[in-house]
């Protein structure tokens, strides 16, 4: 068992992260995120280090907090940082230095920098095994990237608990998926905390980045969602407990999240989080308050909206309860927050946040009096956003809201004063919210009448609401909370000072409003009341003959007063008139005023206004009447206008109207003024007299007028405004004063009026205008007074009243008030900015104006349009404008041009918004306009575009009209056309150069006389605008226009029997020359639509012909016609063609015709017809290449019917249209080679069959050129036939014999030279199927009619052609070779003698020369091929090009590996003299020929030809000796060129021996030695010397490849090398070169042998002490790099294969002799000897340094400073190889 000690011990071990293991270390060292581990292993600090710093500092620029790092992790001292070394407290530091480098790296690992950067800390710092965890971190957002894998390949065995799930990825290196993180997240809390604090940090210091806060966003979010569904399982209790623990997990992050205000994204991401723990997590309201308290803390305004759509996720899931302070203060500092929940809410759900925060503002108001939120309070109620039970429950606070209010909070009572104009307001909200509003507060469990009591305000709801039950008793009914001594009040209220007569006169005292506010204090108490009503102030007892008491009441009852004040009022006055003394009295001035109570809000008011009537009706009965009428003297003041009732107008408006109704108007306020209304119009069941009703009327009206009460005036209103006259007298003759005196009213004193009655200003503004009736003139006349008069318009509301009752009334007037009051309106409206001008205009904006209004309209404009340079509209012909028309001067003031422009715009918008289709009688107006606009243009500076579009548009949708109703006419005499031509000249807006196009399209077709006239220029001022357009509304205006215009205009030309082409020239004309300006994509749609619609058959060659004229024959032209034509029919092409000839003949003409009119006259200097001409030929050859003709004419010549008949006619017409055309330009060598081109391209759209018929009906002519270009065409037909084609190749095949007829009977060499190219052609691709035939005619081209014809162009055909037919016939062609070879060889012979070789033959008898070598070599023999080589030694002197010496070097190739070995071979030596004399470029190609058949041929074929191929190589080292003889005379080659041809010679050697056994060779070799000894005379010297030198070179190679196999042949040269070294005479340089080649064969072939050749001392003192002897030769001038070169090496070589101790004590003894010669040279090459022998042999020759010692120390002392130096290094040397030190043996 292990002992604790070495337990501790491993455990110490296996947590060490330091170790001596050099493997691991190495293994650790090779961890990188950039290179291979191998690299990696092999790289120190420094250089990692200056990699890293160059990323480093690229981040530095990035980046400037980088620069942090310099100083700490990027120190020059960091290099020798170990952390292995480092204690705790230093690696502690380290690892904050790291962190913090690696939070501010995540945001750039896609940068090649931020990695460089990392790979230090990891290969230095070792972070991926110390900071493990946080590396990991930094790259998770980066999973998916390839460097994550890097960095998982290089992460240590044991990695941090959280990120273990990593081991699957680890081993298998895959990509992490985003669901296994999820996964880890969701399972594991510390790696979600992890991540959650790592982005927290990055958040805290500014490092966050987008790419981090969407990734830990996004795995957060996906984490609680799942572990919400997880924690959803089992008993509440334990889900509770779940969602806790979850709340305590993530909770303290997500409110550190929603804190950082500088990080929107994160808390945004922290919002999402919120929302989803809210939505799933089941959390209590205190876990969402404080969530919310977090929210509101840290939002900023870039974050209010999505924080506020979390708090309305929130606030879903808490309960009804009201916000907290401080959310409540944050919501109210975001701007404008009712509507921003509203726009929330149209997503997500908003009405409990609303309700919380709607609550809390109304907590605040009552516990704290603060009414700030008092605004929010409304625009959250009104807004729709709560729910009903949540605006009942706001609208209970806010009305117990006052009670709550004490005086110590609202000392003055301006709080609540405040609060009940709020709630006022509230209660008059409309629309659903007010409807919902209204029905709360009717359903709040408040007394209403308290309250209002309370706010002195009347809050009641406008609609009709149910009142506490009628039984309450006095006991039930409210009363002030505080009580009040009233007796001091009492007592001033005495001593006030006389009232007026009446409360309703005008200019009452302000006495009246303190009464007011004194009994609205008692009129809750019924005693104080009663004291108040016996006040002597109000005069109660004389109630009946004078106003004040009466009156006072009325004005509270009708006034903004709570509604128990009202009710009091009228309790008061109901008692007063059921006393005695007001029985004989006539009451019913009070009548208006019950009707006004009667129609108010409160059902209260309106019972007690009921029971006030029936008290007054009482008095009327048929039985009695009252007598004095109350009121009549001073209830209004001055009386004199009012009208009164009768006794008995008074009983029927009572008994009839009122009392019948009043039941139903107690239930609802609006009945009891339906009611009158109705019994106004007659329409009650008691019908009342017309008289009776027309009093009823007055005094109603005459009580609107008198009376001061504004409520009463508007409730009076609403009904009599429903009565449009009686008997003859409308509502606007009586009510008139009133508008009058409303409108007299400025806007301060409007307000104010309203304001103190509790009045909408806009409602009464209404109904005061609405008064006005349809075609009453003195209320008309008044309205337009009004909207004109500058006081009124201070008062916008008023304004649009008076508009909008203009507008309603507009339907009903009649024809003349609408003239002129649009009349008016346009004045008013051109008048400057201001809401009279702008309702002005939106009035004739909305209403339907007439036909005759509209003329009058544009009449007023088309005067004010006619400027003074404009002419009269109606000149001759009634035109109203000419295309060379004046631009107008601008005589005008500026401001008038603009006014007039203003005046035009608006018109115009309402003609265009009339409906113009409906108004077709507008159309000469409209354009009269036009033609002003045009004019017009000059003198405002502008464009108009605007203008003239709304003309233009207007008139468009007029012509349908004109087209469908017979009766409507357009006079054509006026010019209409002109004025759209003039408009579309001068106009740079493509929006009205298209509207007018447009129109011109639909006058075209519906009255074609009106704009045919102006159709030309119309089309020419296309070409320079509407046709440059690119857009696809342009393309649709032009094709609508070339639709509907060019039709009627061909036909009417054809009417007046008028030339088509001619008189549509200029049209062509504008299209022609906008074609370079149209978009490519619409050129042929557009081109298209102009020729079909123009007639392909008579335009289609114009166009074309145009085209060409003006842009040349391009490939952009050409192309385009192409399309065009082929786009049509077969014989609409062919007749396009036809003409298209008949064109070109026109402009050839002395007078030309139509060729003038559609192309210009050419009688110009600078236009020549020819050249004109050449353009339309030109194109010619390109429209019948047409891939689509030739294949749609061959199907149609395949059948036999009318059509077929009709295309052959057609084609016929054009073969001779262009042969007649060909004839007359024949001279003009231009233009006829055009129609060759098209003749060709012509015959070419026949099959073949056909084709070959026609050509054999055209070879029949008598012009050879056309003949000549038939053949090319069938030349270049026969190239695009298929050789699969039966058709083709019988047809074909049977007109060879013609041809070959054509080469033996025609004298015309060009034509021959066709015919052989076309038998070529032919042969090439059908020959095999016929080889008869192609015998015959190979047979007539190898003869004398042709290859012996003395034109060179035809014999290189002839040869060409038979090169082709040997390899179609092969064997069945030797029959013609006899005859063809020589003449083929006669002809190279000849171009290679000549001074200039004519290349193109030299190819052809190559090329021809090569099919014999390829296809039947038999056929070369040895007498051709001499000549052949002759020619070849020649042509490759000649320094021909490229080409030719490819062609001969490729037939010399396969002559040498396909012709006869023998024969080849012999000729090669024949020819090798004469190869000689033409010098180093045939000698090498002879040589690289016998290299190729040496290469191609056996061992046994080489060994067969062994002798002749020797002679060969003889020769070739002969050529040193040749070329320096005097008898050579050829080209002088230098020494460069002649090893070059050495070598050559020795490389074909060695191949030839390698095919050869030693028995083969041997005696060869001794034939070479013999040669070079005994083949030239012996005076001869330097020949010999030359042939050996060529000899040992040979040598040299031979024994250097063959190495040990050959030593043995070294017997054969030993005495003749030992002769040549001695004899040598050094002097010589070729005898001195020859030395050092011979040293150094016998150097090749000392080193490679294995056999003891040359220790056998026979051998080896043969040459030894020559050897030795040659070191005199240094001591020579000149001769110590010879020697040190050549003479060392071989005795060091001899030295190493002689291994014996003797021979080397010899050698060594001999070489020691030489070191004490005379001459420093011998001694010095001596010792470099000596030097290379120790070397070499070492040990083993210095086994004789007793003997050198004695050498070496004489040398020592040597009287040459170089001989010592080198003796030194000597010593050197052998104290190396020796191991020890000289010094005691030389001492």
């Not at 909408?760 to 503004?765: C, G, P, S, T």
């Not at 030299?1402 to 002759?1430: C, E, K, W």
Request: aromatic share 6%.
């Amino acid at each position: 068992m292990a002992s604790s000690l070495a337990a501790q011990l491993a455990e110490i071990a296996a947590n060490s992260r330091s170790t001596l293991n050099t493997k691991a270390l190495k293994a650790a060292h090779s961890k990188s995120l950039i290179f291979e581990p191998r690299v990696a292993a092999g790289q120190t600090f420094a250089e990692i280090y200056t990699l890293c710093r160059d990323g480093f500092e690229e981040l530095c620029h990035l980046d400037p907090r980088f620069a942090y790092f310099n100083n700490s992790l990027w120190s020059d001292q960091s290099q020798e940082q170990d952390r292995t070394q480092m204690t705790k407290d230093e690696n502690a530091a380290l690892d904050k230095h790291i962190e913090a480098f690696l939070h501010l790296c995540g945001s750039r690992l896609r940068l090649m920098p931020a990695i460089k950067a990392i790979e230090w800390l990891i290969r230095r710092f070792r972070i991926h095994e110390f900071n493990t965890a946080v590396l990991i971190t930094t790259f998770l957002p980066y999973h998916t990237t390839p460097v994550f894998m890097t960095l998982l390949s290089i992460l240590p065995s044991e990695l941090p608990v959280e990120y273990r799930f990593l081991y699957p990825y680890i081993k298998s290196l895959t990509a992490l998926p985003r669901a296994a993180i999820v996964t880890q997240a969701t399972n594991s809390p510390n790696f979600l905390s992890g991540l959650s604090q790592y982005t927290l940090e990055s958040c805290r210091t500014k490092q966050e980045y987008p790419a981090l806060i969407s990734f830990w966003a996004g795995i957060t979010a996906e984490a609680v969602n799942r572990m919400l569904d997880k924690g959803r399982s089992g008993r509440r209790a334990i889900q509770t407990q779940n969602n806790l623990a979850l709340l305590q997990e993530i909770g303290p992050v997500l409110s550190d999240a929603m804190v950082m205000k500088d990080v929107p994204g994160l808390r945004i991401a922290s919002y999402m989080i919120v929302t989803i723990l809210a939505s799933k997590g089941n959390l209590g309201d205190e876990a969402l308050r404080s969530f919310m308290d977090q929210l509101v803390l840290g939002w900023t305004p870039d974050t209010h909206k999505t924080g506020l759509v979390c708090l309305c996720i929130l606030s879903q899931f808490r309960s009804a309860k009201q916000l907290s302070a401080r959310v409540t203060k944050a919501l109210l500092k975001v701007p404008e927050i009712a509507a921003t929940l509203s726009e929330i809410n149209k997503d997500y759900r908003a009405d409990r946040l609303a309700n919380g925060l709607a609550l809390a503002l109304v907590d605040r108001l009552s516990k704290k009096g603060d009414i700030r939120g008092l605004p929010v309070v409304k625009s959250l109620l009104v807004s729709e956003l709560l729910q009903k039970k949540q605006v009942k429950v706001l609208c209970g606070m806010l009305l117990v809201a006052p009670f709550r209010v004490n005086d110590e909070v609202d000392p003055d009572g301006q709080i609540r004063k405040e609060l009940g104009s709020w709630l006022v307001s509230l209660s008059q909200a409309g629309g659903n919210a007010g409807d919902s509003i209204r029905a709360a507060i009717k359903d709040a469990d408040v007394d209403i009448d308290e309250l209002e009591l309370k706010l002195g305000t009347s809050i009641r709801p406008t609609l009709a609401i149910e009142d506490a039950p009628d039984d309450m008793d006095e006991d039930s009914k409210p009363v002030v909370a505080e009580e009040r001594t009233l007796s001091v009040d009492f007592e001033k209220l005495a001593l006030l000072p006389e009232p007026p007569s009446s409360c309703l006169a005008q200019g009452s005292s302000s006495l009246l409003n303190d009464l007011s506010s004194f009994f609205i204090s008692v009129a809750g108490n019924e005693e104080n009341l009663k004291k108040f009503d016996e006040a002597p102030i109000l005069s109660r007892p004389l109630a009946p003959t004078k106003s004040f008491y009466l009156s006072f009441y009325m004005r509270l009852w009708c006034g903004p007063v709570p509604t128990l004040a009202k009710v009091a009022a009228l309790e008061r006055v109901k008692l007063r008139l059921k006393e005695d003394d007001c029985a004989d009295h006539d009451f019913h001035a009070i009548l208006p005023y019950c009707v006004t109570a009667l129609s108010d809000p409160s059902k209260k008011v309106r019972r007690a206004a009921g029971d006030l009537v029936t008290v007054i009706g009482q008095s009327f009965t048929k039985s009695s009447s009252p007598g004095q009428t109350w009121g009549t003297k001073d209830l209004y003041g001055k009386t004199d206008e009012l009208h009164w009732l009768s006794p008995e107008d008074v009983r029927k408006f009572v008994h009839s109207v009122l009392l019948p109704s009043l039941e139903e108007s107690v239930l609802h306020e609006d009945h009891v003024l339906t009611a009158i209304t109705s019994a106004l119009e007659g329409e009650t069941e008691k019908k009342i007299s017309s008289s009776v009703r027309l009093s009823i009327f007055k005094f109603l009206s005459s009580t609107v007028i008198a009376t001061p009460l504004l409520p009463t005036k508007l409730r009076l209103l609403k009904s009599l405004n429903s009565v449009r006259k009686i008997s003859g007298t409308s509502r606007t003759d009586l009510l008139l004063p009133l508008l009058r005196w409303w409108a007299s009213l400025g806007e301060s004193g409007a307000q104010l009026t309203a304001a103190q009655q509790s009045v909408d200003e806009a409602a009464l503004d209404k109904a005061c205008v609405d008064v006005v009736i349809a075609n009453n003139q003195a209320g008309h006349g008044l309205l337009l007074g009004l909207a004109k008069d500058a006081k009124t318009a201070t008062r916008p509301g008023l304004i649009r009243a008076i508009f909008s009752r203009i507008a309603k009334i507009w339907p009903s007037m009649k024809s003349e008030p609408q003239l002129s009051t649009a009349q008016e309106m346009l004045l008013l409206a051109q008048t400057p900015l201001s809401p009279v001008s702008v309702e002005a205009a939106e009035l004739l904006r909305g209403v339907d104006l007439s036909t005759k209004i509209l003329a009058e309209l544009l009449g007023s404009l088309e005067n004010e349009l006619k400027m003074p340079t404009a002419p009269s509209p109606y000149a001759k012909r009634r035109r109203l404008s000419a295309p060379d028309e004046k631009p107008a001067v601008p005589l005008q003031p500026s401001a008038e041009a603009k006014a007039t422009v203003n005046k035009a715009t608006f018109i115009l918008e309402l003609v265009q918004s009339s409906n113009p289709a409906q108004h077709p009688e507008l159309l000469p107006n409209l354009f009269e306009v036009l033609s002003g606009l045009i004019h017009l243009r000059s003198l405002v500076g502008s464009e108009l575009g605007y203008l003239q579009d709304l003309v233009l548009s207007s008139l468009s949708a007029m012509i349908p009209a004109y087209k469908n109703n017979k009766d409507l006419s357009i006079d054509a005499s006026v010019g209409y056309g002109d004025v759209l031509a003039l408009c579309i000249q001068r106009s740079s807006s493509p929006h009205v150069i298209n509207a007018a196009l447009l129109l011109v399209a639909s006058l075209a077709k519906t009255a074609p006389e009106v704009v045919l006239h102006s159709v030309m220029p119309i089309f020419t001022f296309m070409s320079s605008s509407v046709l440059k357009q690119a857009d696809d509304y342009s393309a649709i205006v032009v094709h609508k226009t070339i639709k509907e215009v060019i039709p009627p205009l061909i036909e009417t030309f054809r009417k007046n029997k008028r030339n088509l082409v001619a008189s549509t020239a200029d049209l062509l004309t504008s299209f022609v020359t906008a074609f370079e300006h149209i978009p490519a994509h619409r050129k042929h749609e557009l081109f298209m639509s102009l020729i079909e619609k123009l007639g392909p058959d008579d335009f289609l060659f114009a166009v074309i012909g145009m085209l060409v004229d003006r842009y040349g024959p391009t490939d952009n032209i050409t192309e385009f016609t192409t399309q065009i034509i082929a786009s049509l029919s077969v014989e609409t092409q062919l007749q396009t063609l036809i003409k298209s000839l008949d064109l070109t003949n026109d402009i050839l003409k002395p007078k030309p015709t139509i060729s003038n009119t559609l192309l210009g006259k050419h009688d110009k200097a600078d236009q020549d017809p020819q050249k004109i001409a050449l353009k339309q030929l030109t194109l010619l050859p390109n429209l019948l290449a047409n891939r689509r003709l030739k294949q749609e004419i061959v199907k149609l010549t395949e059948n036999d019917d009318m059509e077929s008949a009709k295309v052959l006619e057609l084609y016929a017409q054009l073969l001779e249209h262009l042969l007649t055309l060909g004839s007359a330009v024949k001279a003009k060598k231009a233009l006829y080679s055009r129609v060759g081109d098209a003749l060709a391209n012509l015959l070419n759209l026949l099959s073949i069959s056909s084709f070959i018929k026609t050509v054999e009906t055209l070879l029949d002519r008598k012009d050879v050129a056309l003949r000549q270009k038939v053949l090319r065409a069938l030349e270049l037909r026969v190239d695009k036939e298929s050789n699969t084609d039966p058709k083709s190749r019988a047809a074909l095949l049977a007109f060879l014999p013609q041809l070959t007829a054509v080469i033996r009977e025609s004298n015309d060499m060009g034509y021959k030279h066709t015919a052989v190219t076309c038998v070529d052609k032919i042969a090439e691709k059908y020959g095999k199927k016929d080889l008869e035939t192609v015998a015959a005619a190979a047979a007539t081209i190898a003869g004398d009619h042709c290859l012996g014809q003395p034109t060179q162009s035809l014999r290189v055909m002839a040869l060409l052609c038979l090169a082709s037919l040997v390899d179609v016939l092969q064997d069945a062609i030797v029959p013609v070779l006899p005859a063809a070879i020589p003449k083929a060889l006669g002809y190279l012979e000849e171009t290679v003698a000549g001074g200039s070789p004519d290349l193109a033959l030299h190819n052809a008898v190559y090329t021809f020369m090569t099919a014999l070598a390829q296809h039947i070599p038999y056929m070369i023999s040895g007498a051709y091929l001499d000549r052949l080589l002759t020619c070849s030694s020649a042509s490759a002197a000649a320094g021909l090009d490229s080409e030719a010496n490819q062609n001969r070097v490729d037939c010399l190739k396969f002559i040498a590996t396909l012709v006869d070995s023998k024969i080849l071979f012999t000729a090669l030596n024949n020819n090798w003299s004469k190869a000689v004399s033409y010098g180093y470029p045939a000698l090498a190609e002879n040589l690289r020929i016998l290299g190729v058949a040496l290469d191609k041929h056996t061992k046994s074929t080489v060994s067969k030809n062994a002798t002749i191929l020797a002679e060969i190589l003889l020769n070739g080292l002969d050529v040193r000796r040749v070329v320096a003889s005097a008898d050579y005379k050829g080209p002088q080659q230098d020494e460069t060129q002649l090893e070059a041809l050495e070598s050559a010679v020795n490389e074909n050697a060695l191949k030839m021996i390698y095919k050869l056994n030693d028995a083969s060779f041997r005696p060869l070799f001794n034939q070479m030695i013999e040669w070079s000894v005994s083949g030239l005379p012996i005076q001869d010297k330097k020949g010999r010397t030359l042939r050996m030198l060529s000899l040992y070179g040979f040598l040299h190679t031979f024994f250097d490849n063959l190495k040990s196999i050959v030593t043995g042949y070294a017997s054969y040269i030993t005495d003749n090398a030992v002769k040549i070294v001695r004899e040598a005479n050094l002097k010589d340089d070729n005898e001195r070169e020859l030395w050092s080649r011979v040293l150094e064969t016998l150097g090749s072939c000392f080193e490679f042998d294995k056999d003891d050749f040359w220790q056998a001392p026979t051998h080896f003192g043969t040459v030894m002490p020559l050897l030795v002897d040659q070191f005199l030769h240094a001591g020579k001038e000149g001769f110590a790099a010879e020697v040190t070169e050549s003479l060392i090496p071989a005795v060091v070589e001899l030295a190493a294969v002689a291994d014996s101790t003797e021979h080397h004590k010899d050698l060594n003894t001999r070489l020691l002799k030489l070191m004490r010669s005379e001459e420093a040279g011998v001694r010095l090459a001596v010792v470099k000897c000596q030097q290379e022998l120790t070397d070499r042999l070492g040990a083993e020759w210095l086994r004789n340094l007793v003997e050198m010692v004695i050498a070496i120390r004489e040398l020592q002392d040597d009287d040459d400073e170089i001989v010592e130096r080198e003796n030194q290094r000597w010593i050197v040397a052998i104290e190396k190889t020796l191991g020890e030190s000289l010094d005691t043996m030389l001492q």
